[in-house]
C-alpha cells in the first residue's frame, strides 16, 4: 500500500529536481560584448602592428573563436562556460555584420 | 565597382551596411527566442544552436572569397586576403548557418526539430539587412522599366520585398503547417527559386553560360532541396489519400 503525505500547502517536498544549467545568462552576454570587442579590436591591433601583422591578424582572430569554444565545452562552472559560449557568439556577429565594414577599417589601416 | 554600375551611398558606406547587417541580425536573434518561447522550446540548447548557426554563417559567407582566392594562383591575392575582402555571399552563409545548426544540434544531442523557429527570423533578417546592401553596393543591371533607379533595377529592392512578404506569410502559417519546421524548407525552396531569377537583375559577374555564380551555386543544390521538399509533401499526399479512401 502505497503512502501519500496529506498535503500540508507546502507543494511538493523535495522540489522537483531542475535541470542543471550549463550556461549562466550573465557570463553569456558578458560573453557576446567581450567577443564582439575583441574580434573588432585584437585584429586591429595585429593589423597595425608591421612584420607579423597578417599572422597575428589570423591568430587574434581566430583566438576568440578557439577560446570560446574551449570555454564553453570545458567541464568548469557555469560562469565559464557561459563566458565562452558567449565569445563564440560575439565571434559570429561580429564577422557577420563586419561582411562590410572591416574592409573600410583595415583598408584605412593599410 | 565595375563601369556603368551605380550605387547610392558612398560616404561612410561600409558603416551604414554594417549597421543594417547588424540590425537584421539583432532582429533575427529576437525573432528566434520569441518564436522559441511561444512554442516553450527556449531551452539553454538553443544558444548552442544560435551559436554554431552564427559561426557557421560567418564562415560560410567568405568560403566564395576563399575558393576565388585559391583559384587565383598567379596573382597576388592570399587566403588572408580572401578572408579580409573576399566576396561576402549570403547564400553561402545561409548554407553554412544551416550546417552549423545541424552540427550544434549533434554536439548537443537535440532530437528536436528547429525549422519553425529559424524560418520567419532568417526572413525579417534578411529583410532588414538587405536594405544595407541597396543602399552601399551596386544597384542591378540596366533598365528601362519605370520603377528602374538611375536606369539600374533596384534588385536589392526586389529581395527586400521577397523577405518582407515572406516574414508575413510565415507568421500567418506558421500554425498551419502539419510539421512545423517544414517552414524552413519552404521558405528556403521559395527563396532558391526567386533569387534565381533575381540574379538576372543584379550587377553580379557572369560565370558561364550566361549565368552568375550564385545561380551555379543554387543550380548544384537544387537536387537537395527537392530532395527536401518531395519529403516535406510526401505525407500530405498520403494524408489526402487516405482521406479520399475514407
Excluded at chain 2, 528566434?32 to 554563417?57: H, N, T, Y
Excluded at chain 2, 508575413?168 to 502539419?178: V, Y
Aim: glycine residues 14%; hydrophobic residues 55%.
Amino acid at each position: 500500500m502505497s503512502q501519500v503525505p496529506p498535503d500540508d500547502g507546502w507543494g511538493q517536498w523535495p522540489p522537483p529536481a531542475q535541470p542543471e544549467r550549463r550556461f549562466a545568462k550573465g557570463a553569456v552576454a558578458g560573453g557576446v560584448l567581450l567577443g564582439i570587442v575583441g574580434t573588432i579590436g585584437l585584429p586591429l591591433l595585429g593589423a597595425v602592428v608591421p612584420v607579423i601583422g597578417p599572422l597575428l591578424f589570423l591568430g587574434l582572430l581566430l583566438g576568440v573563436l578557439v577560446t570560446g569554444i574551449v570555454l564553453a565545452a570545458s567541464p568548469g562552472p557555469p560562469v565559464r562556460r557561459g563566458l565562452g559560449l558567449g565569445l563564440v557568439i560575439g565571434w559570429g556577429v561580429t564577422l557577420i555584420v563586419a561582411a562590410g565594414l572591416c574592409v573600410a577599417i583595415l583598408s584605412s589601416l593599410g | 565597382m565595375g563601369p556603368g554600375e551605380v550605387q547610392l551611398v558612398h560616404q561612410h558606406a561600409s558603416l551604414l551596411h554594417g549597421l543594417l547587417v547588424g540590425a537584421g541580425v539583432s532582429a533575427a536573434l529576437v525573432v528566434v527566442w520569441a518564436e522559441a518561447r511561444r512554442r516553450g522550446l527556449a531551452d539553454e540548447r538553443l544558444l548552442v544552436l544560435i551559436a554554431a548557426g552564427l559561426v557557421g554563417g560567418a564562415v560560410g559567407m567568405r568560403v566564395a572569397g576563399l575558393v576565388r582566392a585559391l583559384d587565383d594562383v598567379g596573382g597576388s591575392a592570399t587566403v588572408l586576403d580572401a578572408w579580409r575582402y573576399g566576396a561576402k555571399s549570403v547564400l553561402g552563409g545561409l548554407a553554412g548557418a544551416y550546417a552549423g545548426v545541424l552540427v550544434g544540434k549533434r554536439l548537443t544531442s537535440y532530437a528536436g526539430r528547429t525549422g519553425a523557429l529559424f524560418a520567419p527570423a532568417v526572413a525579417l533578417g534578411m529583410a532588414v539587412g538587405r536594405w544595407g546592401c541597396f543602399l552601399t553596393e551596386p544597384l542591378g543591371r540596366p533598365s528601362n522599366l519605370p520603377w528602374a533607379i538611375r536606369g539600374h533595377h533596384p534588385s536589392f529592392l526586389y529581395e527586400i520585398a521577397f523577405h518582407a512578404v515572406a516574414f508575413a506569410l510565415l507568421l500567418r502559417w506558421r500554425d498551419r503547417f502539419p510539421e512545423p519546421a517544414d517552414l524552413l524548407v519552404a521558405y528556403l525552396a521559395a527563396y532558391a527559386v526567386f533569387r534565381f531569377a533575381v540574379e538576372f537583375t543584379r550587377a553580379n559577374d557572369v560565370l558561364a553560360l550566361g549565368l552568375t555564380g550564385s545561380q551555379w551555386f543554387l543550380l548544384a543544390v537544387a537536387p537537395l532541396l527537392a530532395w527536401r521538399v518531395a519529403r516535406v509533401q510526401r505525407p500530405r499526399a498520403a494524408a489526402r489519400t487516405a482521406q479520399a479512401a475514407a
